[in-house]
């Protein structure tokens, strides 16, 4: 495995490098309207719900954008082919956060009835599980060409913690459905909700998982 990161100093990838940072921020903003469109939606706020909703699906589409973007620049620029596989699955694996957020919304938009007070209450907590985890990869991501590989691993880490503690939630939650009044369509939509959520989390797992085998495959060859 190559250093993919010793170009980061090169003019092009550079840029390559500072727009796939841009991409990361448009997919945080994605889940942070999620957590909006969550709030609202615990709060029985039905416009609100539709108007953050509305926002993660528009965000979702610009990180779209600016992922194709990316990957034309990969393929079409000077980067080395063994570079170029990693950094698109690198900007891919981001991607689909943004992806998860963005069909846990349209599972909200299905609701129809009332929130129960302790599913709206777990939800909230999951939902903001979620950013944090987000959060805790997009630090990780920031402190690649900045920070040694031992704090880069150890940012890493903390983003396998947060996906464990929403492991926990998720299976909390799921008993909440199951132990509920909800009709058989009120328990479907649940149901998915949740595990759109969940695989927001183990999406930032897969990709600071990603990040950790690169930090140290780089380590192996300076």
């Known amino acids: 495995m190559r250093n993919i990161f010793e170009w980061i100093g090169r003019k092009e990838e550079k840029y390559i490098f500072e727009h796939s940072q841009e991409h990361f921020d448009k997919v945080l903003q994605t889940v942070k309207e999620l957590e909006k469109a969550v709030g609202a939606f615990v709060s029985d706020d039905a416009a609100n719900v539709k108007n953050f909703i509305h926002n993660v699906a528009g965000l979702e589409h610009k990180a779209d954008i600016i992922r194709r973007e990316l990957i034309i620049d990969m393929a079409s620029g000077t980067i080395l082919p063994e570079d170029r596989g990693d950094l698109m699955n690198f900007v891919t694996r981001v991607d689909s956060v943004a992806d998860w957020a963005h069909t846990a919304g349209r599972f909200l938009a299905l609701w129809d009835g009332a929130v129960p007070e302790n599913f709206g209450k777990e939800l909230k907590i999951f939902v903001e599980t979620s950013v944090e985890a987000v959060e805790k990869l997009k630090k990780a991501v920031d402190a690649v060409g900045k920070e040694s590989e031992e704090k880069i691993l150890e940012l890493c880490t903390a983003v396998e913690s947060v996906e464990e503690t929403a492991d926990d939630q998720h299976r909390d939650i799921?008993?909440?459905?199951?132990?509920?009044?909800?009709?058989?369509?009120?328990?479907?939509?649940?149901?998915?909700?949740?595990?759109?959520?969940?695989?927001?989390?183990?999406?930032?797992?897969?990709?600071?998982?990603?990040?950790?085998?690169?930090?140290?495959?780089?380590?192996?060859?300076?």
């Open 174 to 222: 799921l008993k909440i459905i199951l132990q509920s009044n909800l009709s058989i369509s009120q328990v479907i939509v649940a149901h998915d909700l949740v595990e759109a959520i969940e695989n927001i989390s183990d999406a930032c797992e897969i990709v600071a998982d990603s990040l950790r085998i690169l930090t140290v495959e780089i380590s192996t060859v300076r």
